[in-house]
Nanobody, 115 residues
Framework: QVQLVESGGGLVQPGGSLRLSCAGS????????MRWYRQAPGKQRELVAAIGSNGYTNYLDSVKGRFTISRDNAKKTVYLQMNSLRAEDTAVYYCRTQRGNNEYWGQGTQVTVSS
């Protein structure tokens, strides 16, 4: 079955960096688009970054120039490098993939940006 497991979250000071990882299994990772979402308390889940099977990327405007999504198909892992973190980046971060009409989510990893 499809599984996505995120890791790398934590507490970081404003201006700091974190790298999130999402390891996939149960599907052909190299042929799958991958996305990172986040959900802050009391807010809707929002798309942060996406990477296609061809490596094409796009980003939420507020994270452009600060976050970088990448993938390692040999490790079946997608990454989100987050630099210059701000308090408003605090959220639970989820990775997601889709196979046909089915979407699959990881369990989420908490990112807290606070001094």
């Amino acid at each position: 079955q499809v599984q996505l497991v995120e890791s790398g979250g934590g507490l970081v000071q404003p201006g700091g960096s974190l790298r999130l990882s999402c390891a996939g299994s149960g599907f052909i990772f190299s042929m799958s688009g991958m996305r990172w979402y986040r959900q802050a308390p009391g807010k809707q889940r929002e798309l942060v970054a996406a990477i296609g099977s061809n490596g094409y990327t796009n980003y939420l405007d507020s994270v452009k120039g600060r976050f970088t999504i990448s993938r390692d198909n040999a490790k079946k892992t997608v990454y989100l490098q987050m630099n210059s973190l701000r308090a408003e980046d605090t959220a639970v971060y989820y990775c997601r993939t889709q196979r046909g009409n089915n979407e699959y989510w990881g369990q989420g990893t908490q990112v807290t940006v606070s001094s």
